[in-house]
Every structure is written in C-alpha cells, then in structure tokens.
C-alpha cells in the first residue's frame, strides 16, 4: 500500500465531480418521491441530473426547487428536467437518443421510474393493471428501484384488493438486476438494487393515511423512510465508494 498516494477523503470517495469531471446522472420519474430525493442528493454533490417524466410540469417544478437550493448552488449542481414516456422500446430509444443529443458519456442511470395497481384478484385489468405496469416497471438498464413488496407475499388487504402484479413487477426487477450485473461486470459497470419499504410519496400517500403510525410496524428502525436515508445510499452507490459492489 502506497500510502502516501492514497486519498480516503469523503469527497475522493463519495463526491459526484473531480476538477476535470462533472458526473452526468438520468434518474427517471425524478420529480417525485424517493427519485426527488436521489436527483436532490446527486445535484447537491455537484452532477448534472437530467430527470424524465411523462408530465413535463412535475420535473419542471422538481428541476426548479432543487436547483434553488443552497447545497445545489454551492456544489454547481444541476437539474434539467425532459418530458419522456418510457413504456415501450420505441419510446426509450427517443429519450437515449435526446441525452446523446446533449452529452457524450452517462455515468449514473437510476430507473426509478414506477406505477402501481390495486383491485381485486378476480377482477384485475389485464391492460392497465398488468401489461403497462410490468412495461414500466421492470427496466433494461444501473440503480434500480424495487420494492420490499418483492419479497414479502402480502400484496392483498383484508378488503380482497391487491398489488398483485406490482408486487410481481418488483420480484422481476430483482433478478433482472442480478442478469445485468452479471453480464455487465466485464465492461466495468455496476447494477445494484434498493428495495425500500415504506416512504412518504404520491404512490404510498393512500397507505400512509390509512395505516397511520401502523406503517412502521415491521421496519427495523420502527419508522418509514426519510430524504436523508434514500440520498446516503444513492449517493454512496452513485459514487467511487461502491466500485466494487454489485449484485451477482
């Protein structure tokens, strides 16, 4: 070990920008929720975070807070929202091709991007519930967000309505994060995976209300998630600090 040429700083290790790099981040569905607070955390340490949504007006209004912010301006951070639906090939090929349009190297892909649908087993909309869910939520590409739902198999209430196919939706994001890990491994990229449980956002909003203080009982901490919990793991997997992690 050459210690004198080591640098363990947390700017070395975690920061998103060198003196002659600035990291170029997507984080799709980046105006709400656990994206707002990834795209939040890469533009307060210093990326250019271009966040996608189908309703231009919502990562406009994202793009615009965060880029207020003091840490975003200190850091020269910076967030460009775009309008893009990413529910089939054609549709994804139109959003690569406008960031090629505008950069010439991505460095983090966060597919954050998510719905969700919950009715009845027995009654359960083939078209919106399942084929456009599945569409949108199981990606082809480097953080992906699944969901604890994918492993636990309580995806009906005690009314008969379910998730059924976000919880499936969720168990097939997993595995493909380990397909891509393994295959991209020789070309030097990671592909990891966060499952969160419960965080406050437009999806979680009806449960959140409903099941009130109940909606930690079963976290570790024995609390729903905060910004600050979601922006230190995506930072750290965001960063030079999680170079040799990814999941096989």
């Known amino acids: 070990m050459a210690s004198e040429s080591l640098n363990l700083t947390a700017p070395a290790l975690f920061g998103l920008q060198t003196a002659n790099t600035r990291k170029v981040a997507i984080v799709t569905g980046g105006g709400t929720g656990i994206g707002k607070m990834i795209t939040a955390a890469l533009a307060q340490n210093g990326a250019k975070v271009y966040i996608a949504s189908r309703k231009l007006k919502v990562v406009q209004d994202a793009a615009a807070e965060i880029n207020a912010m003091p840490n975003t301006i200190a850091s020269k951070g910076e967030v460009i929202a775009l309008q893009a639906d990413l529910v089939d090939k054609e ?3 139109a959003f690569v091709n406008q960031i090629k349009a505008k950069e010439q190297k991505l460095h983090i892909l966060v597919n954050n991007a998510g719905i969700s649908w919950g009715s009845d ?7 919106n ?5 599945m569409a949108v939520n199981v990606p082809g590409r480097v953080i992906n967000i699944s969901s604890i739902a994918s492993y636990i198999p309580g995806s009906a209430d005690p009314g008969g309505s379910g998730t059924y ?4 939706s969720k168990a097939a994001v997993n595995h493909l994060t380990r397909i891509l890990a393994a295959s991209f491994a020789e070309r030097k990229v990671t592909v990891n995976c ?24 079963g976290h570790p901490m024995g609390r729903i998630g905060s910004t600050e919990d979601m922006a230190g793991l995506a930072l750290f997997l965001s960063s030079r600090a999680s170079a040799h992690i990814t999941v096989k």
């Open 194 to 217: 966060i499952a969160p449980g419960f965080y406050p956002s437009r999806m979680t909003q009806h449960g959140l209300a409903a099941l009130g203080d109940a909606a930690a009982i």
């Open 165 to 168: 196919s976000y919880n499936a």
């Open 129 to 133: 519930g399942w084929d456009k869910l």
């Open 121 to 127: 087993l027995l009654d359960f909309d083939e078209k």
């Open 91 to 93: 549709k994804c090929v």
